[in-house]
């Protein structure tokens, strides 16, 4: 069992080398990083600069007075203890001025100073209430902005770009949000540090040991961070690897209500009873505490001692300047500096926290950018299709020459398709055969332009298909694959997609699902409402239809008889499109495809031979990326190769078995 990394972990470096650690039941692996430099860190957030001022314009634009009030209130609230902290002190040494002198305190003064402290909080409080309400409704407004972007980005990526192997998953507009708020706080902190340590430095300069006292405050935090690096800050993974703590988890399993028919009938609670206690019992003392908690505990008493240790230090500090000189180091400075202490390390220790999110912001903008505007991989053509001089042409004629291809991503050599070569000739009903991974499909994707040729090229109509724009060819193919889903809509626009002009079209909708042979469940799924109360509830509930797989194939097939009423169809391409069905289903979609055919140029895909190829004009034989055979069904059985094996295999089931 592997513990997942979350998404704002730093991510990790193909040079660093590994560092493995065991802590109760855990593997934990780290990696041994080396620190980049002062002048590498400098150089990278300059260059990061330009990003962040576009990524901060963009989400500012979108609110910009809200933003502006949301800001204000930010860096208000940053320096709210500093505030505080002046007039406690004002406070202190009315009071103190006031006992030394033998007299009574200005009470005047006093009652001013503690008003203005009141009034601040109060103020502040009111900020802050007002801001919470303010950033929910803001904060949906980026999202919904950089949903949209990042949406539209899915849908217009290319193939291609769906085999990075980049983690996307963590792009997502609650992310862009948590982005910009943790930018905004480390532009705060860096305010807030500044002026706490201005206002410490003025304080302490009658003793001239101010930036003594300024380091003896951050030395725990600063001491930590160079000799204690926190699991959480770095890239780590983290494996159960405690056979007994493994087999421990299984039998919790064990209890959830799936498995319960099955212990109940199986007779085999007690055994599992048995074997929790036994893997109980192994485990013993073993800590099951989290591993970040366990990694924080393995470090020594004696260091965190020491990192007590130093928190004492600014104690020391007022003990040596009171013996020192105590005439210039008074109790009122003593409780203010004090304060300042608490406030500068609490600061400090979040700024040095936030430097990690600092640098994870900055990875999450540069590949939300990079996300949302990908470079093209699929380069579009400039001429229409069909051109005016091939408008009249029954079909699309198709010409692979030499064409080798290879899966972005994939194993290196790997070809899926290996020099292929074939021509079809326009309105021809072609298909293709071959085993698992021998090319078919491929092809298909080719002509779809989901993907380029690694080398050679494909020829539609005389011309190059990189010719084209990619829309016309697309808009004049039709593709029926095993691959294809139903959208989470409606079964009526599942089919209607097909052609969204006539979405509003019932007649042709309805006419497209006979078509496919989904008519039977497009009926019993879409019910017109009876006119009650209740059926106008039901209706309102967009009840989710639950289909089979053959039924889910022959909406499928509905979606792209709708796509013929386009009138621009000119390649049918179906890759297993009946693989679910029945065999009277099979042939019945068939029959109404080549019913389609006039005008069309056809490629069926399959594994089953039987109706297919006793139509087909050629048939094309793949083996392992290769064309191996083409001709029509008696031309390839007389050649006795791969194609007649392929074929008899499937004929010997029908075959009677003799003992």
Not at 404 to 415: C, H, I, L, Q, R
Not at 444 to 464: A, H, M, P
């Given at each position: 069992?592997?513990?997942?990394?979350?998404?704002?972990?730093?991510?990790?470096?193909?040079?660093?080398?590994?560092?493995?650690?065991?802590?109760?039941?855990?593997?934990?692996?780290?990696?041994?990083?080396?620190?980049?430099?002062?002048?590498?860190?400098?150089?990278?957030?300059i260059?990061?600069?330009?990003?962040?001022?576009?990524?901060?314009?963009?989400?500012?634009?979108?609110?910009?007075r809200?933003?502006?009030?949301?800001?204000?209130?930010?860096?208000?609230?940053?320096?709210?203890?500093?505030?505080?902290?002046?007039l406690?002190?004002?406070?202190?040494?009315?009071?103190?001025?006031?006992?030394?002198?033998?007299?009574?305190?200005?009470?005047?003064?006093?009652?001013?100073?503690?008003?203005?402290?009141?009034?601040?909080?109060?103020?502040?409080?009111?900020?802050?209430?007002?801001?919470?309400?303010?950033?929910?409704?803001?904060?949906?407004?980026?999202?919904?902005?950089?949903?949209?972007?990042?949406?539209?980005?899915?849908?217009?990526?290319?193939?291609?770009?769906?085999?990075?192997?980049?983690?996307?998953?963590?792009?997502?507009?609650?992310?862009?949000?948590?982005?910009f708020?943790?930018?905004?706080?480390?532009?705060?902190?860096?305010?807030?540090?500044?002026?706490?340590?201005?206002?410490?430095?003025?304080?302490?300069?009658?003793?001239?040991?101010?930036?003594?006292?300024?380091?003896?405050?951050?030395?725990?935090?600063?001491?930590?961070?160079?000799?204690?690096?926190?699991?959480?800050n770095?890239?780590?993974?983290?494996?159960?690897?405690?056979?007994?703590?493994?087999?421990?988890?299984?039998?919790?399993?064990?209890?959830?209500?799936?498995?319960?028919?099955?212990?109940?009938?199986?007779?085999i609670?007690?055994?599992?009873?048995?074997?929790y206690e036994?893997?109980?019992?192994?485990?013993?003392?073993?800590?099951?505490?989290?591993?970040?908690?366990l990694?924080?505990?393995?470090?020594?008493?004696?260091?965190?001692?020491?990192?007590?240790?130093?928190?004492?230090?600014?104690?020391?500090?007022?003990?040596?300047?009171?013996?020192?000189?105590?005439?210039?180091?008074?109790?009122?400075?003593?409780?203010?500096?004090?304060?300042?202490?608490?406030?500068?390390?609490?600061?400090?220790?979040?700024?040095?926290?936030?430097?990690?999110?600092?640098a994870?912001?900055?990875?999450?903008?540069?590949?939300?950018?990079?996300?949302?505007s990908?470079?093209?991989?699929?380069?579009?053509?400039?001429?229409?299709?069909?051109?005016?001089?091939?408008?009249?042409?029954?079909?699309?004629?198709?010409?692979?020459?030499?064409?080798?291809?290879?899966?972005?991503?994939?194993?290196?050599?790997?070809?899926?398709?290996?020099?292929?070569?074939?021509?079809?000739?326009?309105?021809?009903?072609?298909?293709?055969?071959?085993?698992?991974?021998?090319?078919?499909?491929?092809?298909?994707?080719?002509?779809?332009?989901?993907?380029?040729?690694?080398?050679?090229n494909?020829?539609?109509?005389?011309?190059?298909?990189?010719?084209?724009?990619?829309?016309?060819?697309?808009?004049?193919?039709?593709?029926?694959?095993?691959?294809?889903?139903?959208?989470?809509?409606s079964?009526?626009e599942?089919?209607?997609?097909?052609?969204?002009e006539?979405?509003?079209?019932?007649?042709?909708?309805?006419?497209?699902?006979?078509?496919?042979?989904?008519?039977?469940?497009?009926?019993?799924?879409?019910?017109?409402?009876?006119?009650?109360?209740?059926?106008?509830?039901?209706?309102?509930?967009?009840?989710?239809?639950?289909?089979?797989?053959?039924?889910?194939?022959?909406?499928?097939?509905?979606?792209?008889?709708?796509r013929?009423?386009?009138?621009?169809v000119k390649?049918?391409?179906?890759?297993?499109?009946?693989?679910?069905?029945?065999p009277?289903?099979?042939?019945?979609?068939?029959?109404?495809?080549?019913?389609?055919?006039?005008?069309?140029?056809?490629i069926?895909?399959?594994?089953?031979?039987?109706?297919?190829?006793?139509?087909?004009?050629?048939?094309?034989?793949?083996?392992?990326?290769?064309?191996?055979?083409?001709?029509?069904?008696?031309?390839?059985m007389?050649?006795?190769?791969?194609?007649?094996?392929?074929?008899?295999?499937?004929?010997?089931?029908?075959?009677?078995n003799?003992?």
């Amino acid at each position: 069992m592997t513990q997942k990394v979350e998404d704002n972990v730093p991510k990790s470096t193909p040079t660093s080398s590994l560092r493995e650690v065991k802590l109760g039941v855990w593997r934990i692996l780290t990696e041994n990083q080396k620190t980049p430099s002062f002048a590498t860190r400098w150089e990278k957030m300059i260059g990061f600069m330009p990003t962040l001022r576009i990524f901060f314009e963009e989400v500012y634009s979108i609110e910009p007075r809200q933003m502006t009030l949301i800001l204000v209130v930010k860096i208000w609230s940053s320096l709210e203890d500093l505030f505080l902290l002046h007039l406690s002190t004002r406070i202190l040494a009315i009071i103190e001025i006031g006992l030394k002198e033998g007299g009574k305190p200005n009470s005047g003064a006093i009652m001013r100073a503690v008003a203005a402290r009141m009034l601040l909080v109060a103020f502040t409080s009111y900020l802050n209430s007002w801001s919470q309400r303010t950033n929910s409704a803001v904060e949906s407004r980026v999202q919904q902005h950089f949903e949209d972007k990042i949406f539209t980005a899915k849908l217009e990526a290319d193939m291609p770009a769906t085999h990075d192997t980049t983690d996307d998953d963590a792009i997502s507009p609650h992310g862009v949000w948590n982005t910009f708020m943790t930018v905004v706080s480390v532009g705060t902190l860096v305010l807030q540090v500044v002026a706490i340590l201005g206002y410490i430095l003025n304080l302490s300069t009658s003793t001239r040991h101010g930036p003594i006292f300024v380091f003896l405050c951050i030395c725990r935090p600063l001491f930590k961070s160079l000799y204690r690096q926190d699991l959480w800050n770095m890239p780590f993974v983290v494996e159960a690897d405690n056979d007994d703590y493994v087999r421990l988890q299984a039998l919790k399993r064990m209890g959830e209500d799936k498995y319960r028919q099955d212990i109940i009938s199986g007779d085999i609670g007690e055994y599992i009873v048995d074997e929790y206690e036994q893997v109980q019992n192994g485990l013993a003392d073993t800590s099951l505490e989290h591993p970040l908690t366990l990694w924080d505990e393995q470090y020594s008493w004696l260091s965190t001692a020491a990192l007590d240790m130093l928190d004492n230090l600014p104690m020391v500090y007022y003990a040596a300047s009171a013996f020192l000189d105590p005439a210039k180091f008074t109790l009122s400075k003593i409780a203010t500096l004090q304060r300042s202490e608490w406030t500068l390390r609490n600061t400090f220790s979040q700024s040095i926290q936030e430097v990690d999110s600092f640098a994870r912001a900055m990875t999450f903008i540069e590949r939300l950018y990079k996300f949302c505007s990908p470079l093209p991989t699929i380069k579009d053509g400039v001429l229409k299709y069909p051109s005016s001089g091939e408008a009249d042409r029954a079909g699309m004629s198709i010409e692979l020459r030499n064409v080798t291809f290879s899966y972005p991503g994939g194993e290196k050599n790997a070809k899926a398709l290996d020099d292929v070569s074939f021509t079809i000739k326009s309105g021809q009903l072609v298909v293709l055969v071959g085993s698992n991974g021998s090319g078919k499909s491929t092809i298909v994707k080719l002509l779809s332009r989901l993907y380029d040729v690694s080398s050679g090229n494909i020829v539609v109509d005389d011309k190059n298909i990189h010719d084209y724009l990619i829309a016309d060819l697309r808009a004049a193919t039709a593709s029926l694959t095993q691959d294809h889903h139903l959208y989470p809509l409606s079964l009526g626009e599942n089919i209607g997609l097909g052609n969204p002009e006539l979405m509003g079209d019932v007649e042709v909708i309805t006419g497209a699902a006979k078509k496919g042979g989904a008519a039977d469940a497009y009926t019993m799924h879409v019910q017109a409402s009876d006119g009650t109360p209740l059926a106008k509830e039901v209706e309102k509930m967009q009840k989710r239809a639950d289909i089979s797989g053959g039924e889910r194939q022959r909406v499928v097939a509905s979606r792209t008889f709708m796509r013929f009423t386009t009138g621009r169809v000119k390649l049918v391409i179906a890759d297993e499109g009946s693989s679910a069905l029945d065999p009277e289903a099979e042939w019945e979609l068939f029959n109404n495809l080549r019913v389609e055919r006039e005008g069309k140029t056809m490629i069926f895909v399959t594994h089953r031979f039987g109706h297919l190829t006793k139509y087909a004009d050629n048939i094309l034989c793949m083996k392992e990326g290769k064309l191996v055979e083409s001709g029509t069904h008696e031309e390839l059985m007389k050649l006795n190769g791969e194609y007649t094996k392929l074929y008899e295999i499937q004929a010997k089931a029908f075959e009677d078995n003799k003992l």
